[in-house]
């Protein structure tokens, strides 16, 4: 492919990404469950090897990890359903604190504008109506979507299962796949694959569990409702990258403006939130994760929602780690190194418009770029 001249394999290049993109949106129902089967076997590779270690069978040592994995997402599911039970029980409290911020926002409507109070609610009824109309479909979409959420569950572990059972199997393919003597770069972007995917998964564990006792703690210190279902609900969402905050905020406000009919706990709110946040991304996080591979805001936002509006939810939340293996390839594949260029965040100091030899893609150029950045550059041993 080398000797092809340089637009054709751009355009190549350019051809591949489109196919892979509309290779996802078509058969997203196979691909996403494989992908997340994969990670989440990588995540369980140490506590197989080590049961391995104590002499446990190979079927026993992979359903055990299994079992771990199904026992706490069942933990969080039943936290999540007491939560919303306790949320559900308070729907007359909520009910009439609604009624009140309701007509004090039509209060100070009618101080600031002309439209009276039966306009207002004229436009409630007339959007209400709207909203009854489309419940139906609402309903009927979200029934298949959950239908699709069991599905996925249910082959996710089977997936897993496969994958540790086969792994010796499958890393032979990939090795066959490649000429001998591209076989240590190719181990060790396996190596690192492994590291980066499994530092990411169990520091999102981690952040989810932190995040939901710290926001919910001091929610609870100042005496908010619905304190961990908030801290839990934002610990979620915080796992999509920039706009997952954004959205948690918003819920956050929502929980707190419907249950009480005082304004200020939503500053409290708002304040505890920016302050967990704060810390989780400046402190604990880069300490939990450790990542050695650097991916720039503008790919990150840009990953998640193409794998959003590609294959949903799922595409939104496997964006990142996703994004993270192709740079560890991009970087070792000669070929392909201005599209990890693009995607990490080695961002150089000077112009490229006016050092000439920022331009070029060696080794020595990238080394120099990442240590103007403070990043410890990854040493290729062939």
Same mark, same amino acid.
């Given at each position: 492919m080398k000797d092809l001249p340089l637009t054709v394999r751009r355009s190549i290049e350019l051809l591949g990404l489109c196919l892979l993109g509309a290779l996802l949106?078509?058969?997203?129902?196979?691909?996403?469950? +494989?992908?997340?089967?994969?990670?989440? @076997?990588?995540?369980? !590779?140490?506590?197989?090897?080590?049961?391995?270690?104590? $002499?446990?069978?190979? =079927?026993?040592?992979?359903?055990?990890?299994?079992?771990? +994995?199904?026992?706490?997402?069942?933990?969080?599911?039943?936290?999540?359903?007491?939560? +919303?039970?306790?949320?559900?029980?308070?729907?007359?409290?909520?009910?009439?604190?609604?009624?009140?911020?309701?007509?004090?926002?039509?209060?100070w409507i009618n101080q600031k504008t002309d439209i009276s109070t039966q306009e207002q609610v004229k436009f409630l009824q007339?959007?209400?109506? $709207?909203?009854?109309?489309?419940?139906?479909?609402? =309903?009927s979409g979200a029934a298949g979507s959950l239908g699709s959420?069991?599905?996925?569950?249910?082959?996710?572990?089977?997936?897993?299962? &496969?994958?540790?059972?086969?792994?010796?199997?499958? &890393?032979?393919?990939?090795?066959?796949?490649?000429?001998?003597?591209?076989h240590k770069k190719v181990e060790e972007v396996m190596k690192e694959t492994e590291v980066i995917i499994k530092s990411y998964l169990i520091g999102l564990f981690i952040q989810i569990s932190y995040i939901t006792i710290l926001l919910g703690g001091i929610?609870?210190?100042?005496?908010?409702?619905?304190?961990?279902?908030?801290?839990?609900?934002?610990? +979620?969402?915080?796992?999509i990258p920039y706009v997952g905050a954004l959205v948690g905020n918003l819920i956050g406000v929502l929980l707190t403006l419907t249950s009480s009919q005082e304004v200020s706990p939503?500053?409290?709110?708002?304040?505890?939130?920016?302050?967990?946040?704060? !810390?989780?991304?400046? %402190? &604990?996080?880069?300490?939990?994760?450790?990542?050695?591979?650097? %991916?720039?805001?503008?790919?990150? %936002?840009?990953?998640?929602?193409?794998?959003?509006?590609? =294959?949903?939810? @799922?595409?939104?939340? &496997?964006?990142?780690?996703?994004?993270?293996? !192709? $740079?560890?390839i991009f970087d070792r594949a000669e070929m392909f190194k201005q599209w990890g260029v693009l995607l990490g965040d080695e961002r150089p100091t000077k112009s490229p418009m006016s050092f000439l030899r920022l331009r070029r893609k060696d080794s020595k150029v990238i080394e120099e770029i990442q240590r103007e950045d403070q990043i410890t550059p990854v040493k290729d041993k062939t």
């Open positions: 949106v078509l058969g997203k129902g196979i691909i996403m469950p +494989v992908l997340m089967a994969f990670f989440l @076997s990588i995540m369980l !590779l140490p506590i197989y090897r080590y049961l391995r270690r104590l $002499k446990f069978p190979e =079927v026993l040592a992979i359903l055990l990890p299994i079992l771990m +994995v199904a026992i706490f997402i069942g933990l969080i599911v039943w936290f999540f359903s007491s939560q +919303v039970s306790r949320l559900v029980a308070d729907f007359p409290s909520i009910q009439r604190n609604v009624s009140i911020h309701l007509k004090s926002l039509s209060d007339v959007q209400s109506s $709207k909203m009854l109309t489309n419940a139906g479909a609402m =309903v959420v069991f599905i996925f569950m249910g082959l996710v572990p089977i997936y897993i299962y &496969l994958f540790l059972f086969y792994k010796n199997l499958l &890393l032979r393919f990939i090795f066959i796949w490649f000429e001998t003597s591209q929610l609870m210190l100042f005496g908010i409702e619905h304190a961990l279902l908030i801290g839990a609900i934002f610990a +979620v969402l915080n796992l939503i500053f409290i709110v708002l304040g505890v939130i920016a302050f967990v946040q704060f !810390l989780d991304n400046n %402190i &604990l996080m880069p300490r939990i994760v450790g990542s050695k591979v650097r %991916i720039n805001a503008f790919a990150a %936002i840009l990953g998640v929602f193409i794998g959003g509006s590609l =294959v949903g939810v @799922s595409g939104m939340f &496997l964006a990142l780690p996703m994004i993270a293996v !192709l $740079k560890i």
